[in-house]
């Protein structure tokens, strides 16, 4: 445990600036690939029980429940870019767990042209990370934390790229009251070897959740705030612009309420602990980039259901981004 940490700390120490959006390097890391994940906004960090999908979202997820569990998910994003994951947990005879997990992303084929327009073929890209995580309880307590380090490595065309981060969460759930609160410090690490010559930065991410499950009802809240690392993540869009009669445009303001609700996730879980399980969420960020103004398309919800049939649980989760795109992941574990 202690080496763990002491490699944690030197990677933690790298540069982790507080960007969001288009700003750093492979940003595949911040799609959600599990379905239960993305059903419940995307950016959960207050899942328990035998999830392994958690794991690879909030290290201090990890615990013996998962034990032997394996699970595999896959979805498509826009055109021919599909992405997915797998993860797996082992507790040993000593008690302890561990968690090994996989995210990629393949942008499909694409035609490649040089500076003249003269077609160069076709080529394609792939964004692959690799973790391994590990647990620690904290004795007589509800508290645990964890650590995820991943490698990370991307090929687009003839261009190549290698990174090393870590993941750093809390965990806090009491069974009896059904409360459960988490803190994720997402990809805190740096590249080893860029694209070109320009390091680029990752996207280091700090999310807060709280969840509860109410005593008379079978639902269960969950509450996020996500990009805590930075307040400012609005920005505007010259789309909004008001233009006057004199053609001059004054831009869109993004005021103190809209800023706040872009940190904003909530999901909710209807029969959460029985075979089969219905799953709302509410993304406000998305749901404020990706609107259009003069139609009504519901950017930023998503859905999903969960079927559990003895040692197998098949997920499903619907994303709505926008009218030209949005995804669908199916997700199948399995108790070995």
């Given at each position: 445990m202690r080496k763990l940490l002491t490699l944690v700390s030197f990677i933690t120490l790298t540069t982790a600036t507080a960007q969001v959006g288009g700003k750093d390097a492979y940003q595949f890391l911040q799609m959600p690939t599990s379905p239960k994940q993305a059903a419940l906004g995307g950016s959960n960090v207050t899942i328990t029980g035998n999830e392994v999908n958690q794991v690879l979202y909030n290290p201090a997820s990890l615990n013996t429940e998962m034990n032997n569990m394996l699970a595999v998910n896959f979805g498509r994003f826009y055109g021919d870019v599909s992405l997915g994951?797998?993860?797996y947990a082992h507790t040993f005879k000593n008690g302890r767990s561990f968690h090994i997990g996989a995210t990629f992303l393949n942008y499909g084929s694409m035609e490649g042209y040089d500076e003249n327009g003269t077609t160069t073929g076709s080529f394609s890209g792939n964004d692959v990370a690799l973790s391994v995580g590990y647990a620690h309880p904290i004795e007589n307590t509800n508290f645990v934390i964890g650590a995820n380090l991943k490698a990370i490595a991307s090929s687009l065309e003839s261009y190549n790229s290698f990174a090393v981060a870590a993941d750093i969460g809390g965990l806090y759930n009491d069974v009896e009251t059904g409360w459960t609160a988490g803190l994720t410090f997402k990809n805190l690490g740096g590249q080893l070897s860029s694209y070109e010559d320009i390091r680029e930065t990752l996207p280091f991410e700090v999310v807060l959740g709280v969840s509860k499950r109410l005593e008379n009802v079978p639902i269960r809240w969950h509450f996020t705030l996500d990009n805590l690392q930075k307040w400012n993540i609005g920005f505007s869009n010259p789309n909004r612009a008001q233009i006057d009669l004199e053609g001059k445009a004054t831009e869109e303001k993004v005021g103190f309420g809209n800023t706040l609700l872009r940190h904003v996730v909530v999901g909710f879980e209807l029969f959460p602990e029985k075979n089969f399980t219905i799953r709302?969420?509410?993304?406000?960020?998305?749901?404020?980039?990706?609107?259009?103004l003069e139609q009504r398309h519901f950017a930023g919800i998503s859905a999903g259901f969960g079927l559990k049939v003895k040692r197998f649980k098949i997920e499903y989760a619907y994303n709505r981004f926008t009218l030209a795109g949005?995804?669908?992941?199916f997700g199948l574990s399995v108790k070995l």
């Open positions: 994951s797998a993860s709302l969420g509410y993304n406000f960020k998305n749901g404020e980039e990706m609107k259009i949005n995804t669908n992941l």
